[in-house]
Nanobody
Framework: QVHFVASGGGLVQPGESLLLSCVAS????????MGWYRQAPGKQRDLIAS???????AYADSVKGRFTISRDNAKNMMYLQMNSLEPEDTAVYYC???????????????WGQGTQVTVSS
């Protein structure tokens, strides 16, 4: 079973940047479409960025142009570079295999350890 741990979150001011990292263990992610998700308190998780096995990327409108998703299959890791952060970006951020989330549903997916991002205004 693949296990994901997200890290790199913290408290930042509007306009600042943050780099999130995701490490996967237990299985290779090289063939997976991977995704970054975020969840604000009392809200559903939203897919905000995805990256395919061939490196193609897609972004939610809310983060397009500000966030960049990348992956390093050799290290079994994924990253999210977040620039121009806004208070609306405040949430717990999770990484996962997007194909598994789609297949199993958000409630049926193991989410692992997320990381808190707080953008203070």
């Amino acid at each position: 079973q693949v296990h994901f741990v997200a890290s790199g979150g913290g408290l930042v001011q509007p306009g600042e940047s943050l780099l999130l990292s995701c490490v996967a263990s237990g299985s290779s992610i090289s063939t997976y479409v991977m995704g970054w998700y975020r969840q604000a308190p009392g809200k559903q998780r939203d897919l905000i960025a995805s990256i395919g096995d061939g490196g193609n990327t897609a972004y939610a409108d809310s983060v397009k142009g500000r966030f960049t998703i990348s992956r390093d299959n050799a290290k079994n890791m994924m990253y999210l570079q977040m620039n121009s952060l806004e208070p609306e970006d405040t949430a717990v951020y999770y990484c996962n295999a997007a194909a598994l989330v789609l297949r199993n549903g958000p409630r049926g997916t193991y989410w692992g350890q997320g990381t808190q991002v707080t953008v203070s205004s």
